[in-house]
């Protein structure tokens, strides 16, 4: 049975928590050269044969690089996500109700689409 000390103990952990904040940082650093649109395949491939080869320093290098860009491309792609999320409630959830379907027959009616009778025959069909 191996007993460690409390400074060993501590050590291991710390190793261990700066191992994993490397992965962390070398899972997004890859993620974002897939990402990229503004690079072509021969940089891609070049940059993950960089992290291959000299892991640290190709993992720090591309951040110091590519840090603004990282940042602004995952940003873009939250707000993408949130505009389809956006987008996908509203189609599920149908219109605004009758306040809506009364506000589209007033600018039709405004726009001489449709006559008054028309217009208060939609509104009492949103109301009813």
Known sequence: MVVL??????WS????FFMVIYFMMLFQVIGDIFRRHDENGGK??????FLLVVPFLSL???VVVNGQGMQERAM???QQSRQAMDEHIRTVAGGGGAADEISQ???LLDSGAISQAEFEQLKAK???
């Open 5 to 10: 000390s409390l400074s060993e103990f501590v």
């Open 13 to 16: 952990l710390l190793i261990l």
């Open 76 to 78: 873009r792609d939250v």
């Open 126 to 128: 949103a109301l009813g």
């Open 44 to 49: 891609k491939a070049l940059w993950l044969i």
């Open 105 to 107: 027959a007033k600018a």
């Open 60 to 62: 720090f290098i591309y």
